[in-house]
């Protein structure tokens, strides 16, 4: 008799798992709460896999043996309360996955920085010869990719949420960017609860697997130094000399994991900005890791192309810069985007707060800002946190009138900067939804 999965949630997770799951002749069903996207429900009904929107059927769902749930779906929802009372096993999509594949994985996490991070060593690998896939939060889900592809390896961008139902999968080498406060109200608001989520991506590991992690990030390095982690350890940092990892002196990247070599000079990087240099160490130290020849690693880093919607230059206008870094949905993100721009920047916060504590961006607000346009439903957080700093403050209910009102207040040789700092479900249906809109404003004026 075969196994019953129930799915819950028709996205890009869901979806990939219901077609793995045919594969491995389980009996389904996939069940969302919400509406699903008609090009979800048009795979499932092409592969004749069952489905609901709209409701959950709990007699069904929780007759199953093994439930995948949405990374999106908080432990809080009814149905998860009584499956857990039922202990039915719930896992991620990419648990999932991980029982079927024995590629390798390559794991990246953070609250900032993973998505650039995961496109670099992908492309380093595509660049190198490997078959690899790209997954997680990006490209085609993982168990689409286990289904239908034979990579040997496949580079995963995880997220907290994604951790947190993942228990026997093991990484290969996994990356551990940084960690700042970021969905704190998906954990208690207790920021030791969410660090302890970011290094479950250790979790299984043996000295035989690679841990790389930013010796410079405060809440890394006060876990490490109270827990022991058994994956081999390599660290990057832009302020210390590193004995097994990266750093940087007299402006070169040095790889410090056999002897010391430069690698390359920093400003031969494709891409600008102190948290890409991370990003690219990071990412050097798994082609390292991987034994890819050191040109290789150079000229990836040489000629990557960024990411669409963080710190993306859209165009410039009467001189004006306009960036779209809508992909900034926490405080630590911002500070980045703010630390790379200059002075007189006219800056587009604002959506749904989570938690945040704008006191890290005072500094570099009365450094940079000329502005502030807050866009959102609710702004009065940031107009408080920011009252004191005699800036025009303008609030914003679309994105049409945001870059207008920053059009209007920009002069010549001014930047324009989206970078939200909150997630965007206020206005918009997505972080990409917010980052087009911007963008399709940008270019109307």
Known sequence: MSKKIAILGAGES??????LAQKQKYSILVSDYGQIKEKYKKILSDNNIPFEEGKHSFDEILNSDIIVKSPGIPDTA????????????IVSEIEFAGYFSNAKM??????????????MIHHMLQKAGFKVGLAGNIGNSLALQVANNDYTHY???????QLDDMFDFKADISILMNITPDHLDRYDYKMSNYVNSKFRITQNQTEAQSFIYCADDKETVNYLSNNSIDASEYAFSVSQDISEGAFVENNEIIISTNKNEKLMDRAELSLSGIHNLYNSMAAALVGDILNIKKEDIRE???DFVGVEHRLERCRKHNDVLYINDSKATNVNSA?????????????IVGGVDKGNDYSELFDLAKEKLKAIICLGTDNSKIIEAFSNF???MIEANSMSVAVTEASNLSEPGDTVLLSPACASFD?????????????EEVLKL
């Open 106 to 119: 390559i794991c990246i996490t953070g609250s900032n920085g993973k998505t650039t991070t995961t496109m």
């Open 335 to 347: 500070w980045y985007a703010l630390e790379s721009v200059g002075k007189n920047t006219i800056w």
């Open 390 to 392: 005699n800036l025009p």
């Open 300 to 302: 990836s880093l040489k």
């Open 78 to 89: 009814k149905i998860i309360v009584e499956a857990k009372q039922k202990n039915i096993k």
């Open 427 to 439: 206005l918009f249906n997505s972080y990409e939804d917010r980052g087009k809109q911007f963008k």
């Open 155 to 161: 580079v995963v961008e995880l997220s907290s949420f």
């Open 14 to 19: 869901g979806v990939g798992a219901a077609i």
